[in-house]
């Protein structure tokens, strides 16, 4: 019961990181982000198809097969926030 509300925790919570950032830059980098997950969606079809892990705690029991509350709430708010600092930043120069 735990594991499932921290998860869920993690899909919901994370989104709301994204209520800091310009509604611009949001939609600059939302692309990337859907990008992203589309792939990790993939790469965990993958996996699970070769049994490189086991999902105990599934909060969506029909998508078991993917890690929910990583490619739909923690992966692409990550990838927004690091799109959002580093692009066109190399090594501190802006």
């Known amino acids: 019961m735990f594991v499932e509300l921290f998860l ?33 969606i993939i790469y965990n079809i993958f996996a699970s198809n070769r049994s490189h892990w086991e999902i105990h705690y599934p909060i969506i029991p029909a998508l078991d097969p993917l890690f929910i509350s990583g490619v739909f709430g923690v992966f692409p708010v990550i990838t927004i926030w690091v799109f959002y600092f580093t692009y066109r930043r190399v090594f501190g120069c802006t």
Do not use: C
């Not at 800091?20 to 600059?28: M, Q, V």
């Open 8 to 40: 869920w925790a993690l899909v919901i919570g994370s989104w709301f990181t994204l209520l800091l950032l310009k509604k611009e830059d949001i939609k600059r980098y939302m692309p990337a982000a859907l990008l992203a997950s589309y792939l990790m």
